[in-house]
């Protein structure tokens, strides 16, 4: 079974300092997807970037990059230069391809906030 | 384009009630999911469509929940009798294609609070 562990609950980050958002996950499938994304308080559901498990280069999508080392089964989530706009929830969620799953199974997530 | 469109945007109702959860796909996408998230749970997987086809309904909680997909374009979520435990945000989401790296985009989410 797949599962996703942010083990960061919230964190609190001067404004234009880089941040790291953790994640970890377990599958035992060879292909899969992990996916970020932005929740603000408006409640809606933002992706932010995507990272294959066969992928060669970390991804990165503007401010948005990930670290992703698959021997230790982490997939964390850099944002640089942070700004008062990046506070919300970040949740970090896979995808199991090789075992046919299509639904994403998401972690508990993190709270920024971004303190000006 | 439109992105995904989901209605009501917030639904208060009385224990017992029928609720129904609409969402509009955004056109061309032929995987449709539905989420609920709870403080407690998280962001858990309902239920998702392909080609309107019920693919997996094993995160449906009980009986009383139910979905359709008549058409390429509509998906409803139906709870009935509702219960206080219902009280959460539904979010739907769609998606085009099978590929790995397809992104499930979300709609706006109903707040669904049941007294």
């Known amino acids: 079974a797949q599962k996703i562990t942010q083990t960061q609950p919230g964190m609190f980050v001067q404004e234009k300092e880089a941040v790291t958002l953790d994640c970890t996950y377990d599958?035992?499938?060879?292909?899969?997807?992990l996916f970020w994304y932005k929740q603000p308080s408006s409640g809606e559901m933002i992706f932010l970037i995507y990272?294959?498990?066969?992928?060669?280069q970390n991804a990165t999508e503007g401010r948005y990059s990930l670290n992703f080392q698959k021997a230790r089964k982490s997939a964390n989530l850099v944002i640089s230069a942070s700004q008062l706009g990046d506070s919300a929830m970040y949740f970090c969620?896979?995808?199991?391809?090789?075992?046919?799953?299509?639904?994403?199974?998401f972690g508990k997530g993190t709270h920024l906030i971004i303190q000006p | 384009d439109a992105g995904v469109i989901q209605s009501p945007r917030h639904e208060v109702t009385e224990m017992g009630q029928e609720v129904t959860l609409r969402c509009k796909p955004i056109s061309g996408h032929d995987y449709l999911f539905w989420y609920r998230q709870t403080m407690m749970r998280g962001l858990e997987l309902l239920i998702y469509f392909n080609n309107n086809v019920p693919i997996d309904d094993s995160g449906m909680p009980e009986d009383r929940f139910s979905a359709k997909m008549p058409n390429a374009s509509f998906s409803t979520l139906k709870i009935q009798p509702s219960e206080p435990r219902d009280s959460a945000v539904y979010f739907c989401a769609s998606r085009e294609g099978s590929g790995s790296q397809e992104t499930q985009y979300f709609g706006p989410g109903t707040r669904l609070l049941v007294l």
């Open positions: 599958t035992s499938d060879p292909s899969y997807g």
């Open positions: 969620a896979m995808r199991d391809i090789g075992g046919g799953a299509d639904g994403l199974t």
């Open positions: 990272q294959g498990s066969y992928d060669q």
